[in-house]
């Protein structure tokens, strides 16, 4: 039962953009929402506000997901103090990038990328996986983007980021997929969100979409709150795209 009022999911990223969809759609199809942040506390409280006026369960919680002593910190305590709680749905959904071509790429730059995108997501994956595995039910959706399936000029560590998520998506979902949990992922393309506000020529890519136009945050959290329902039962180790025809997969 994915979608029982007493299951709790965990979206990382949760404070803005993609995230904070998730977090608002899977709180209306009745989860209670860990409201994942780092820096963006205050954000994160207004979504759990958000969550909270419209009927539903949250908590915030706060750490770097690049931070493996933060997140067992972090998830222990609250999963100490909340007994009655389980984690049945994981959403790594925080990402950052830090784009430009690989002559002129900092150790730095390539390093905090996979730190946060690659290193987070297997943090997070190995923390709840054994907590799921004694339930024997879950579902983790992996947030990764066109860039991993295609690759990028500019985001060779961002695109490399990404493909390790698809990769251990794969891998998992055959790992676990005989004790009932469910590990898939979710490629968007350009959806119009902070993040890809910095992407120069952004409107030279918008004329190669078929559909004309860049996706919205609520365009992804829909396919994610499909990939954790019943109706995506027999789902596991996919990647969906969602990137309006960009690169049909
Ligand atoms: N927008 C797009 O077109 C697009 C396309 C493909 C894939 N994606 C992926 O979708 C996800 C969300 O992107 P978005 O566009 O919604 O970006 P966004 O608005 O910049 O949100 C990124 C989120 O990641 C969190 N985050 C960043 N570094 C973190 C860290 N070290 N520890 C914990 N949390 C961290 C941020 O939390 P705080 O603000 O609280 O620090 C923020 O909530 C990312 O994985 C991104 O790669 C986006």
Not at 37 to 47: H, I, M, Q, S, T
Not at 165 to 184: D, P
Not at 214 to 234: H, R
């Amino acid at each position: 039962m994915e979608t029982a009022t007493s299951t709790t999911a965990l979206v990382t990223g949760a404070s803005s953009g993609i995230g904070k969809a998730i977090a608002l759609r899977l709180a209306a199809d009745g989860f209670k929402i860990l409201v994942h942040c780092n820096k963006g506390l205050e954000r994160a409280e207004a979504v759990r506000q958000e969550i909270l006026a419209a009927g539903g369960k949250a908590e915030v919680v706060q750490f770097d997901v690049a931070d493996k002593e933060a997140i067992e910190a972090a998830l222990n305590a609250y999963f100490d103090a909340h007994k009655d709680e389980h984690l049945d749905v994981l959403i790594n959904n925080a990402g950052i990038h830090s784009d430009t071509l690989l002559g002129v790429m900092t150790d730095e730059a390539f390093d905090s990328v996979m730190k946060t995108n690659a290193y987070g997501a297997f943090y997070l994956m190995r923390w709840t996986v054994r907590r799921m595995l004694r339930r024997r039910r879950g579902s983790i959706v992996n947030m990764a983007s066109l860039a991993g399936q295609t690759g990028n000029p500019g985001q060779f560590n961002y695109a490399a980021s990404k493909a390790a998520l698809i990769a251990m998506t794969k891998t998992l979902a055959m790992e676990i997929g005989s004790r009932g949990i469910r590990v898939n992922a979710v490629a968007p393309g350009f959806i119009e969100t902070e993040m890809i506000q910095t992407i120069p020529g952004l409107e030279e890519f918008k004329k190669r979409i078929p559909l004309g136009r860049f996706g919205t945050a609520q365009e992804v959290a829909g396919v994610v709150s499909f990939l954790c329902s019943k109706d995506a039962a027999y789902m596991t180790g996919t990647t969906l795209s969602v990137n309006g025809g960009l690169y049909p997969a």
